[in-house]
Nanobody, 124 residues
Framework: QVQLVESGGGLVQAGGSLRLSCAAS????????MGWFRQAPGKEREFVAA????????NYADSVKGRFTISRDNAKNTVYLQMNSLKPEDTAVYYC?????????????????WGQGTQVTVSS
């Protein structure tokens, strides 16, 4: 079992930056692949980024490549999402998710554990 709690969301102007954190509790955090997803009003939840537990390899949605960076600190049981050059279209509730295994799957249904979400609002 893994419990996830996100923090770091807020209101920022376009071009600004935010860093989201996801603190995990439970055993064997280092054995879970961690992902970030987001959901805007009226839209489906979409993949943002993921990081494998085994080698730290990462995967990003095309819409955030070059602007967002996912990282993890296994000693702190925490995964981060550094978001730079934010755009109004990045506005959404951001969710942290975890799945067993080393593959950084982009499909939300493959993640068994979810946080409650944190709101990110980017003003133009």
């Amino acid at each position: 079992q893994v419990q996830l709690v996100e923090s770091g969301g807020g209101l920022v102007q376009a071009g600004g930056s935010l860093r989201l954190s996801c603190a995990a509790s439970g055993r064997a955090f280092s054995a879970y692949t961690m992902g970030w997803f987001r959901q805007a009003p009226g839209k489906e939840r979409e993949f943002v980024a993921a990081i494998s537990w085994s080698d730290g390899s990462t995967n990003y949605a095309d819409s955030v490549k070059g602007r967002f960076t996912i990282s993890r600190d296994n000693a702190k049981n925490t995964v981060y999402l550094q978001m730079n050059s934010l755009k109004p279209e990045d506005t959404a509730v951001y969710y942290c998710a975890a799945r067993g295994g080393s593959y950084y799957d982009t499909r939300a249904e493959k993640y068994g554990y979810w946080g409650q979400g944190t709101q990110v609002t980017v003003s133009s």
